[in-house]
Nanobody, 124 residues
Framework: QVQLVESGGGLVQAGGSLRLSCAAS????????MGWFRQAPGKEREFVAA????????YYTDSVKGRFTISTDRAKNTVYLQMNGLKPEDTAVYYC?????????????????WGQGTQVTVSS
């Protein structure tokens, strides 16, 4: 059974940093793309970042380019989202996502597995 477990969320002041982690288990993820989505109150879930588990291109939504970095640690079966220069508009529940296939397909919203989410709150 596949499980994606996020951690690392919390409350931070604007300009601060957080690193989200997503521990993946239940299968070999070498053929998967991994990503992060977020959902703010009253808004739809939106794409944030994605990449192939082993290698390949990375994708970011425009509003986080230059501030957020997605990475993977294959030895730990963990996906990270390093978030720097946080802004109040980054406040949302952040979800880890996995798709067996290309990262651009995950970006388009084809998701096989979701994590339970972790809250990120950025105060002004």
């Amino acid at each position: 059974q596949v499980q994606l477990v996020e951690s690392g969320g919390g409350l931070v002041q604007a300009g601060g940093s957080l690193r989200l982690s997503c521990a993946a288990s239940g299968r070999t993820f070498s053929t998967y793309a991994m990503g992060w989505f977020r959902q703010a109150p009253g808004k739809e879930r939106e794409f944030v970042a994605a990449r192939g588990w082993s290698a390949g291109s990375t994708y970011y939504t425009d509003s986080v380019k230059g501030r957020f970095t997605i990475s993977t640690d294959r030895a730990k079966n963990t996906v990270y989202l390093q978030m720097n220069g946080l802004k109040p508009e980054d406040t949302a529940v952040y979800y880890c996502a996995a798709h067996e296939g290309a990262a651009h397909t995950l970006v388009a919203g084809t998701i096989d597995y979701w994590g339970q989410g972790t809250q990120v709150t950025v105060s002004s």
